[in-house]
């Protein structure tokens, strides 16, 4: 007990939360990203916070909801409108869109057991007046640590009833087995059906893939897949009734804060020709919005639309045109790309910016006592740090050591975009030199605003802290972002003499 509470109560911050919510309070996750020396009422409402969001993180994780819908269009007319048709009919010159088929899936899980879990799965599809549904029941058991079976039940008014086993398997910590089989009950008799998937890492990033499948459609399919930091690549081959084909896709992925996409990908077999491109981004924390476009022969050119929302899935497949048609294919090329950035530019970033302005300005109402006080308590100790810092300046003197000539902390404005901005900076000169060592200073990847005689400028913007200092007789300047580490004296902070 003694060995687990000294580390609490040598910390101001976990000792609050201790003395408030007891042993239960540190539990929770999260306290680590929290700013350090909040007041107790501060601490309660984040506290409350987390659980929230804890409890949120639980149900999900229980019933692990999807969903998929998916709204198929056909704007044909827009691009092969048959005028001699309509000609002398009234409107019969206006191009006709319309939905010609929908799709409707979800499913949730149900733990019933450390090892057991039941999926209910429905759906629900439509195309050109015609359509129906099923409703799946599908019990999996984990059998040991490397597999589970599951059981699965269906019924619909397209297929009838459905019964089928599916079994996973490691064999090795790198070769594992996947083994379905099921038997669809319609009114021509009992189909049967068996795929089998065998699948080996063969790399750290690529994973090698067989499947053997027999019964209404029976083939055989060979795949490759190797996914990076950056890209993802794959390549497959089918041979089968009555789809044989050879595909092969690549995706490139940047290392951007929106977590952008683009891909590309030639499928050719019996059927035709495919070729697709498109690009998918992150617009929002739980939102990621994608568009390819399909180019094929005799397929023609299409436009699929897809939004993912958490687990939920939004699909608009447009078809433009039944023949290869370059007009079809520049405009759905260039009219979602367009249509993207005027709502980037005219809604969600707008709506962002105010979104992190209003953020912003409840954050500093509500720290606004708490700024006014850790000012204080930062200026008493800099009076207080006057004659220390005066010993060590002398120190470095005698020793043509480090002296900090001056040093800001807060927000910096360098962009002439910005120039209307006002710079919001403190001088943190005494506390830095304070910090001083043996002709080193060394800060940690923290925020600098705990620092002793310093506090916050800016609440919630980005900060910085700036450097100008001596060594040897030489001037160094250096600038380093709030949260990064900084080391000093460094050859590389040096100021040539002709700057």
Same mark, same amino acid.
């Given at each position: 007990m003694v060995i687990y509470l000294f580390p609490v109560l040598s910390d101001p911050q976990a000792r609050a939360i201790y003395d408030i919510y007891? %042993?239960?309070?540190?539990?929770?996750?999260?306290? $680590?990203?929290?700013?350090?020396k909040r007041t107790p009422?501060? +601490?309660?409402?984040?506290?409350?916070?987390?659980?929230?969001?804890? $409890?949120?993180?639980?149900?999900?994780?229980?019933?692990?909801? !999807?969903?998929?819908?998916?709204?198929? +269009?056909?704007?044909?007319?827009?691009?092969? @409108? #048959?005028?001699?048709?309509?000609?002398?009919?009234?409107?019969?010159?206006?191009? @006709?869109?319309?939905?010609? !088929?929908?799709? +409707?899936?979800?499913?949730?899980?149900?733990?019933l057991t450390t090892n057991d879990t039941a999926i209910l799965s429905g759906s629900l599809s439509t195309h050109n007046g015609n359509g129906g549904g099923t409703i799946n029941l599908a019990l999996r058991r984990v059998t040991s640590a490397k597999g589970w079976g599951e059981v699965e039940f269906g019924a619909g008014d397209t297929h009838g009833p459905l019964f089928g086993m599916k079994i996973f398997r490691n064999l090795t910590?790198?070769?594992f087995v996947t083994a379905q089989c099921g038997l669809q009950f319609s009114s021509r008799g009992v189909r049967p059906g068996i795929t089998t998937v065998l699948a080996r890492h063969l790399d750290k990033n690529t994973m090698g893939y067989l499947q053997w499948r027999w019964g209404i459609q029976s083939s055989m399919n060979t795949s490759i897949v190797r996914d990076t930091k950056s890209s993802h690549f794959t390549f497959a081959m089918q041979?089968?009734?009555? @789809?044989?084909?050879?595909?092969?896709? #690549?995706? #490139? !992925?940047?290392?951007?804060?929106?977590?952008? %996409?683009? %891909?590309?990908?030639v499928k050719s077999g019996f059927f035709g020709t495919v070729v697709e491109y498109g690009a998918e981004r992150k617009i929002s924390r739980h939102s990621v919005l994608g568009a390819t476009v399909s180019v094929g022969v005799p397929q023609g050119v299409s436009l699929k639309i897809k939004l993912n929302r958490a687990s939920q899935t939004y699909f608009f497949p447009i078809h433009l045109t039944d023949q290869l048609m370059p007009s079809?294919?520049?405009?759905?090329?260039?009219? =979602?790309?367009?249509?993207?950035?005027?709502?980037?530019q005219l809604i969600i970033r707008p709506y962002v910016k105010a979104q992190k302005e209003q953020d912003l300005e409840k954050q500093r109402e509500s720290s606004a006592s708490n700024i006014t006080k850790k000012k204080q308590e930062a200026e008493a100790a800099v009076l207080l740090m006057q004659e220390s810092v005066?010993?060590?300046?002398?120190?470095?003197?005698?020793?043509?050591?480090?002296? +900090?000539?001056?040093?800001?902390?807060g927000k910096f404005v360098t962009d002439n975009s910005r120039k209307h901005e006002r710079a919001k900076v403190i001088d943190v000169t005494v506390p830095l030199q304070c910090l001083v060592k043996d002709? %080193?200073?060394?800060?940690?990847?923290?925020?600098k605003s705990g620092l002793p005689g310093f506090y916050d400028p800016c609440v919630g913007e980005e900060k910085s802290l700036k450097v100008l200092y001596q060594f040897r007789g030489?001037? @160094?300047?250096?600038?380093?972002?709030?949260?990064?580490?900084?080391?000093? =004296? !460094?050859?590389?902070?040096?100021?040539d003499a002709d700057t």
């Open positions: 007891g %042993k239960r309070g540190l539990d929770v996750e999260g306290w $680590e990203v929290v700013e350090r009422a501060e +601490i309660r409402e984040e506290y409350e916070r987390l659980q929230r969001e804890r $409890e949120e993180r639980r149900l999900h994780q229980r019933t692990n909801p !999807k969903g998929t819908i998916s709204v198929g +269009i056909d704007a044909t007319d827009l691009f092969d @409108h #048959y005028e001699e048709d309509y000609e002398d009919m009234v409107g019969g010159s206006i191009p @006709h869109v319309e939905i010609n !088929k929908m799709h +409707i899936s979800q499913s949730i899980e149900a733990p910590p790198r070769f041979l089968g009734i009555p @789809h044989t084909f050879m595909m092969m896709s #690549y995706q #490139y !992925k940047f290392q951007d804060e929106d977590q952008t %996409k683009i %891909k590309g990908s079809a294919v520049f405009y759905a090329t260039v009219g =979602p790309l367009v249509f993207y950035l005027a709502i980037q005066r010993r060590i300046i002398e120190a470095e003197e005698s020793r043509m050591g480090l002296i +900090i000539l001056n040093a800001w902390y002709s %080193k200073l060394i800060l940690t990847e923290t925020t030489v001037m @160094h300047q250096v600038l380093s972002g709030d949260n990064e580490p900084l080391r000093i =004296p !460094k050859q590389s902070h040096r100021i």
